[in-house]
């Protein structure tokens, strides 16, 4: 699994991107995690920061961020897609 925070690097997208490393480590899984601050990739995603992609689809974005526990559930969706 391949996971992209997109964000500058605001209080937001940090969180977000902090989020994600726990949620993966809550829900006992790997993936490759990036933090993207390149604004013309984070354009070809959304339009607005933070977002969240999570193997090339895009799983949410903008304000206000999504829970701890919303986030595991984005994660673990995705992993079940790739089991099956």
């Known amino acids: ?11 937001f997208c940090k969180k977000l991107h902090e989020m994600t490393i726990n949620a993966l480590a ?7 995690v990036e933090h993207v601050h390149d604004w013309k990739e984070i354009m070809r995603y959304v339009p607005a920061t933070p977002g969240l992609v999570i193997d090339g689809k895009v799983k949410h974005y903008g304000k206000p961020l999504p829970s701890l526990e919303r986030v595991k559930q984005l994660i673990r969706e995705e992993a079940e897609k790739g089991a099956s």
């Open 1 to 11: 699994m391949k996971i992209k925070v997109l964000g500058p690097g605001c209080f």
């Open 26 to 32: 809550e829900l006992d899984l790997a993936a490759e």
